[in-house]
């Protein structure tokens, strides 16, 4: 999965009124779904296109998952890659996951919204039109960009935004 399992190419172009056949600008149009997802990603603090991530424990082996929504963790290893045993605890706002050995320990996890093979992908709709709209702005508006995203996706990103105290 990446980017454009979110929103694909055809998508953007017919939401750009673009025909499917003008294919000149496919990479700038491809290049900019990337970005807006990237963007949107890190406006809300959730993971939008499902994948598996990674991250290491401090010494004490244990660590707090933020990224929202975690599917599963896959499993944990220590410096010299053997597997160790591990537990996840479940909270409103994070994952914690303990192995049973300290150190600093890898931790695999699978974050991020499924493909749904009935349409597309669960990304909520109102995320996927604001990564729309941001697209939208930024092909209409490469020749004059301005910094941030389109008030309409922040208004449409506004209630997705995660709030972490870390």
């Known amino acids: 999965m990446d980017q454009l399992n979110v929103v694909s190419l055809s998508d953007a172009k017919m939401y750009l009124r673009l025909d499917l ?3 000149i600008e496919d990479g700038l149009i491809t290049s ?8 949107a990603e890190q406006f809300t ?7 598996e991530l990674s991250t290491i424990t401090p010494v ?3 660590v707090k998952i933020y990224e929202y929504p975690l599917i599963s963790v896959e ?3 220590d410096p010299d890659m053997a597997v160790l045993t591990f537990e996840t605890i479940e909270t409103q ?3 914690e996951v303990i192995s049973d050995t ?3 320990n890898t931790v695999t996890f699978v974050a991020g919204y499924g493909w749904n093979y009935e349409g597309g992908s669960d990304v909520p709709d109102d995320i996927e039109t604001a990564i729309k ?12 960009p301005v910094v941030g995203m389109p008030t309409i996706a922040t208004l449409l990103l506004s209630p997705y935004r995660r709030i972490t105290l870390f």
């Open 45 to 51: 603090l959730q993971v939008l296109w499902q994948r």
């Open 75 to 77: 499993t944990v290893v």
């Open 133 to 144: 709209e941001m697209i939208a702005y930024y092909y209409e508006n490469r020749d004059n």
């Open 60 to 62: 004490s082996g244990a």
């Open 102 to 104: 300290a150190g600093f």
């Open 93 to 95: 706002g994070f994952t």
């Open 21 to 23: 056949d003008y294919t």
């Open 32 to 39: 900019l779904i990337k970005s807006a997802v990237n963007q």
